[in-house]
Nanobody, 124 residues
Framework: VQLQASGGGLVQAGGSLRLSCVAS????????RAWFRQVPGKEREFVAR????????VYTDSVKGRFTISRDNAKNTVYLQMNSLKPEDTAVYFC??????????????????WGQGTLVTVSS
């Protein structure tokens, strides 16, 4: 089972990036998919999650209105569209998949499978 994240890069403040995360080696259509991010010296931070039907999305407050999570179950892929990027969005972004209980749905421990991370750098 593998999650492969891609789409990171260097962008100026105010710009946009779209991250993708493809799952392989299993069927993930029934899994909650999520994005987390981490900067050196800090804990991994929840960014967004989407239920397996795509009917429910949740975002951390700092990205609401700027980021959009979506999924294509036919392609086992989840996306994170990031607009109006800010320097404080700079981090390594990780995708995750799992079946977290509600109290763990925004915590890294709630997810069983992880991608390798993709670096997003936003310059001011």
């Amino acid at each position: 089972v593998q999650l492969q994240a891609s789409g990171g890069g260097l962008v100026q403040a105010g710009g946009s990036l779209r991250l993708s995360c493809v799952a392989s080696g299993g069927t993930f259509s029934s899994y909650t998919r999520a994005w987390f991010r981490q900067v050196p010296g800090k804990e991994r931070e929840f960014v967004a999650r989407i239920t397996w039907t795509g009917g429910t999305t949740v975002y951390t407050d700092s990205v609401k209105g700027r980021f959009t999570i979506s999924r294509d179950n036919a392609k086992n892929t989840v996306y994170l569209q990031m607009n109006s990027l800010k320097p404080e969005d700079t981090a390594v972004y990780f995708c995750a998949a799992g079946r977290p209980i509600m109290s763990y749905s925004q915590m890294p421990g709630g997810y069983r499978y992880w991608g390798q991370g993709t670096l997003v750098t936003v310059s001011s």
